[in-house]
C-alpha cells in the first residue's frame, strides 16, 4: 500500500499498522472514548510527539515501540497495564461502535481503538519484562 493509501491507518511500526475501518455514515452515534482512557493519559501524552493532535490527529503519536519504550522510563508500568485493562473493558462496553477522541483528534471504529489498546498493553508489559 501506498502512503496515500494508509492515510487514515495508525502506524505502529516502520512497516506494520492498524488499518482504518470504515465507519460510513455512523459519525452521528460516536461516543466520547476520552474519560476511558483515564490512566493511560500519562503515555498518551508523552507519546504526542511528530506534530499535535489538534493538527495531525494520530500521526501526531508514535505508537511504534521504540516510541512507547521512550515514553515509558519515566512512567509507571504496572499502573499502566492495569489502566490498559480498565480501558479495554471500558471500550468493550461502550454502547457504540463508533468512538472519537477530541484530545486525540480522532474518530474510529470500536475495534480500532481495541487494536491500539491491545498494542500499547503489549509495549507496556514487553518493556516490564525486559526490564525485570
Same mark, same amino acid.
Given at each position: 500500500?501506498?502512503?496515500?493509501?494508509?492515510?487514515?491507518?495508525?502506524?505502529?511500526? !516502520?512497516?506494520?499498522?492498524?488499518?482504518?475501518? !470504515?465507519?460510513?455514515?455512523?459519525?452521528?452515534?460516536?461516543?466520547?472514548?476520552?474519560?476511558?482512557?483515564?490512566?493511560?493519559?500519562? @503515555?498518551?501524552?508523552?507519546?504526542?510527539?511528530?506534530?499535535?493532535?489538534?493538527?495531525?490527529?494520530? !500521526?501526531?503519536?508514535?505508537?511504534?515501540?521504540?516510541?512507547?519504550?521512550?515514553?515509558?522510563?519515566?512512567?509507571?508500568?504496572?499502573?499502566?497495564?492495569?489502566?490498559?485493562?480498565?480501558? /479495554?473493558?471500558?471500550?468493550?462496553?461502550?454502547?457504540?461502535?463508533? @468512538?472519537?477522541?477530541?484530545?486525540?483528534?480522532?474518530?474510529?471504529? /470500536?475495534?480500532?481503538?481495541?487494536?491500539?489498546l491491545d498494542h500499547l498493553d503489549a509495549c507496556i508489559?514487553?518493556?516490564?519484562?525486559?526490564?525485570?
Open positions: 500500500m501506498t502512503q496515500r493509501e494508509r492515510q487514515y491507518d495508525i502506524q505502529i511500526a !516502520d512497516d506494520a499498522w492498524i488499518e482504518c475501518i !470504515d465507519i460510513g455514515e455512523r459519525y452521528d452515534q460516536a461516543g466520547d472514548i476520552d474519560a476511558l482512557l483515564d490512566g493511560l493519559w500519562p @503515555l498518551i501524552c508523552r507519546l504526542e510527539t511528530h506534530c499535535v493532535a489538534g493538527c495531525c490527529g494520530m !500521526d501526531a503519536f508514535d505508537f511504534t515501540h521504540a516510541g512507547i519504550d521512550t515514553a515509558l522510563l519515566e512512567l509507571d508500568s504496572a499502573q499502566l497495564h492495569a489502566a490498559c485493562a480498565a480501558a /479495554k473493558e471500558a471500550v468493550t462496553a461502550a454502547a457504540s461502535d463508533v @468512538l472519537t477522541s477530541a484530545t486525540m483528534n480522532h474518530i474510529a471504529d /470500536k475495534r480500532v481503538f481495541l487494536q491500539l508489559v514487553g518493556q516490564d519484562r525486559a526490564g525485570a
